[in-house]
């Protein structure tokens, strides 16, 4: 089989994927890999990210203050007790900006918060598809070494033959023997590797790994996986978010004005309670401030928040190359797999060529069927090899998947 005609293979594959992903997708939806534990500490934190949010858009509207007192007092004589039940509200109203880009503010820091833990959640999730993906891969290996070995016994077989019938030395028949001791070694290493992917799975997901039918990625276009990197929209409102915090921390040292009001009720003084007093038992007290701050450190808090939304403004630029970045590498990985595939399926020719040699040979009585058996395992080996290979284009492809939104 010609190289060129194995270049499309995962092309190929990447269309059929890309048409059963949304089918996949439909039946069982990936968030719920997590176990239930894991799921409900993300909601606590956005419902704790929420309700901080709201408080924090709030924060800007000043308290309303309810005093209820009540004294005591001996010097007119006997005990007089009076009580006193005040409302009372200092509320500013202008900030110089300063109310506006808190709202704003507060917004933009519980945006992105909420994309903070949602990215929390994929890494979560591509942690536990990454241990179930190499879990296959592992399992995929072990049926390679089972293969292998099984075409070490075959040799030993032949090479034990051959020297007892003085055809060849012990020499063969020991490496034969050192052969089938490293792959089963090999075998013992694998199957510990399958067990401890098992053992981290099980800290994530309460679910069976053979009971995840894990799915087929296909292809991300560019502009969709840019578009929509949620890592991107994250740095994005923190970029917002500290252009906000910037107008806050200029306003703080800017003019501010406030309104008062202090409704009171109160018993009144027994010197001032005669029938003919114009002092009132309950009333208003209402006016404005306006309040200027004077402080030695306003220059340098300001220019930290410029810098802070300066630096904001570089780390998503230089998010955006890393990620387009990220995109080129996966690229050029999958394009390497691909050549793999196309090698490993002619080698699968050559070897289905050689099979149909073997098998014309033992009939005539040239070769053993142990022969046969050995170029049978090896043209298995091969195409188990292509199954690898289609593992690790998807384990390449999770890492473009996992940070755009909608896509899992």
């Known amino acids: 089989m010609k190289l060129t005609k194995g270049l499309s293979v995962l092309k190929k594959l990447f269309l059929l994927s890309s048409v059963l992903l949304s089918a996949l997708r439909a039946e069982s939806e990936l968030s719920d890999i997590l176990s239930p534990d894991q799921?409900?500490?993300?909601?606590?934190?956005?419902?704790?990210?929420?309700?901080?949010?709201?408080?924090?858009?709030?924060?800007?509207?000043?308290?309303v203050i309810l005093q209820y007192s009540k004294n005591y007092s001996t010097q007119f004589g006997g005990t007089v007790h009076t009580g006193q039940f005040v409302v009372s509200v200092d509320q500013a109203?202008?900030?110089?900006?300063?109310?506006?880009?808190?709202?704003?503010?507060?917004?933009?820091?519980?945006?992105?918060?909420?994309?903070?833990?949602?990215?929390?959640?994929?890494?979560?999730?591509?942690?536990?598809?990454?241990?179930?993906?190499?879990?296959?891969?592992?399992?995929?290996?072990?049926?390679?070494?089972?293969?292998t070995i099984n075409n070490d016994n075959l040799d030993i077989k032949i090479q034990k033959e051959s020297y007892e019938e003085g055809l060849t030395n012990r020499t063969l028949y020991d490496q034969a023997l050192l052969k089938r001791n490293q792959d089963n070694t090999s075998k013992l290493e694998l199957e510990l590797t399958i067990v401890k992917l098992e053992n981290d799975f099980s800290l994530l997901s309460d679910k069976k790994p053979a009971s995840i039918v894990l799915p087929n990625f296909g292809m991300i276009e560019k502009s969709r996986y840019l578009e929509n990197q949620l890592e991107l929209k994250r740095d994005s409102m923190r970029v917002e978010e500290k252009k906000h915090n910037k107008f806050m921390t200029l306003a703080k040292y800017l003019p501010e004005v406030s309104v008062t009001g202090r409704y009171t009720n109160e018993d009144l003084n027994p010197l001032f309670a005669s029938p003919n007093s114009s002092i009132k038992q309950h009333y208003f007290n209402y006016g404005f401030k306006v309040t200027l701050p004077l402080n030695i450190n306003s220059f340098d808090d300001i220019q930290n928040s410029k810098i802070e939304y300066l630096n904001a403004k570089i780390t998503l630029e230089e998010q955006q190359k890393k990620i387009l970045n990220s995109f080129t590498l996966t690229q050029k990985?999958?394009?390497?797999?691909?050549?793999?595939?196309?090698?490993?399926?002619?080698?699968?020719?050559?070897?289905?060529?050689?099979?149909?040699?073997?098998?014309?040979?033992?009939?005539?009585?040239?070769?053993?069927?142990?022969?046969?058996?050995?170029?049978?395992?090896?043209?298995?080996?091969?195409?188990?090899d292509q199954e690898i290979y289609k593992v690790d284009a998807q384990l390449e492809l999770l890492g473009l998947y996992i940070n755009v939104a909608d896509a899992l």
Do not use: C
């Open 333 to 384: 990985r999958l394009e390497i797999i691909d050549k793999k595939i196309a090698l490993s399926q002619e080698d699968a020719g050559h070897y289905l060529s050689m099979l149909t040699t073997a098998e014309d040979l033992e009939k005539l009585g040239d070769r053993t069927s142990f022969d046969t058996q050995i170029v049978e395992n090896s043209l298995k080996v091969r195409e188990v």
């Open 39 to 63: 799921s409900q500490l993300l909601k606590y934190q956005q419902e704790k990210n929420r309700v901080q949010s709201k408080q924090l858009e709030k924060s800007w509207i000043s308290p």
């Open 93 to 147: 109203i202008f900030k110089s900006g300063g109310i506006w880009s808190a709202i704003k503010y507060a917004k933009a820091l519980g945006k992105a918060n909420s994309l903070d833990i949602e990215l929390q959640k994929r890494q979560l999730i591509s942690q536990a598809l990454t241990l179930l993906y190499n879990l296959q891969k592992s399992n995929l290996q072990l049926e390679k070494l089972r293969l």
